[in-house]
């Protein structure tokens, strides 16, 4: 499912970008998944339904957003790493500003705005209170703010996407399991084969 998300859009609000890097992870399988041990209170998200967002934070301050993708009772999920501003730059800064409480005046550029999945989560305002959201509609989440999807606008995933080993992981780091839009000025920092 991971390489099938690059291209597809995420939208909040007056926020759009197109998703050009992602990272998989598959539970029982896979030691560097949070489901890789069973259900939790916590991880209760990526076992389904699919179609869900599952946000976790991370070293105590930055927020993550995954879909989910496994069929319901199975932990799978793929990590949102880095998306292309399509519209709504202003508001993105806007986010991301208040999130960092950047003093600067210098604003962000745009190919930095969500450019690593804690910049995309500050980007489009994601954090615990979206875990579990609806992106692909059929269904509200008594939490939810402003609703955030993904869709599909008819731009087809890359026929050969970059692969590499994921990113900030210390078990299974080598599983070529992160995709990405190769060239696009967006895609995160990391390692390219």
């Given at each position: ?41 916590r991880t209760r998200t990526m076992f389904g339904p699919p179609g869900r967002l599952y946000v976790y934070l991370t070293y ?134």
């Open positions: 499912m991971a390489p099938r998300l690059l291209n597809k859009v995420l939208v909040r609000g007056s926020r759009v970008a197109r998703i050009v890097e992602v990272e998989a992870y598959e539970g029982a399988n896979d030691p560097s998944s949070h489901g890789h041990r069973g259900m939790t209170n105590g301050m930055y927020h993550c957003a995954n879909v989910v993708c496994g069929e319901d009772g199975v932990c799978s999920a793929v990590l949102l790493r880095a998306a292309a501003p399509l519209d709504g730059a202003g508001a993105m800064r806007r986010a991301r500003n208040a999130a960092s409480r950047r003093r600067s005046t210098e604003p962000f550029r745009v190919v930095d705005l969500c450019s690593g999945p804690a910049r995309l989560c500050q980007a489009f305002g994601l954090d615990r209170r979206d875990d579990g959201v609806d992106l692909v509609g059929s269904a509200t989440h008594p939490r939810q703010r402003l609703p955030i999807l993904i869709v599909d606008d008819g731009t087809p995933p890359p026929e050969s996407p970059g692969r590499s080993g994921r990113i900030g992981v210390t078990r299974a780091p080598n599983r070529l399991w992160r995709f990405y839009v190769a060239g696009d000025a967006n895609v995160s920092r990391g390692p390219r084969p």
